[in-house]
């Protein structure tokens, strides 16, 4: 596993959050069209039948096919990178960090103009703590 310094992680902001919006962006458009395809299915079973309009759903289908590959593409870059994506929903990003020896998780959230949260590889967000001087000093293991 790859560790990353304070400065290293923050550096990798501004790219990571566009491969983030990417992805994220991706969801919605793949979550979108599969909804779409449900509600025809139920309506083509409620009716007995119904007419579809095949190239409308084609054309969806291809949208869908689309935003699979720009997902994967994205989150497979933020993974090479050695950052892991916690939560696709709100655009929630982890990068491991050694400190004083120990494994720590860097966490940063969409929306958030720097890191400034950290937590345990056991508690996960609902334990992230401030981040402090003996993080933003640490060396790491990487450099």
């Known amino acids: 596993m790859r560790t990353f310094t304070f400065h290293e992680a923050q550096s990798l902001l501004p790219v990571l959050e566009s491969l983030l919006r990417q992805s994220m962006e991706a969801k919605q458009t793949i979550e ?3 909804q779409e395809f449900s509600d025809l299915g139920e309506r083509i079973f409620i009716n007995g039948g119904t007419f579809v309009n095949v190239l409308a759903y084609a054309k969806r289908r291809a949208q869908r096919d689309k935003a699979v590959e720009s997902a994967k593409n994205a989150l497979g870059e933020i993974n090479a990178v050695g950052v ?7 655009g929630l990003l982890d990068f491991p960090c050694e400190v004083e020896g120990e494994i720590i998780l860097l966490c940063w959230k969409l929306g958030e103009e720097a890191l ?3 937590h345990s590889m056991e508690e996960g967000f609902a334990g992230r703590k401030p981040i402090d001087e003996r993080i933003i000093n640490a060396k790491g293991s990487n450099q």
């Open 32 to 34: 979108s069209v599969e």
């Open 84 to 90: 892991q994506v916690k939560d696709l929903d709100i």
């Open 116 to 118: 400034t949260q950290w």
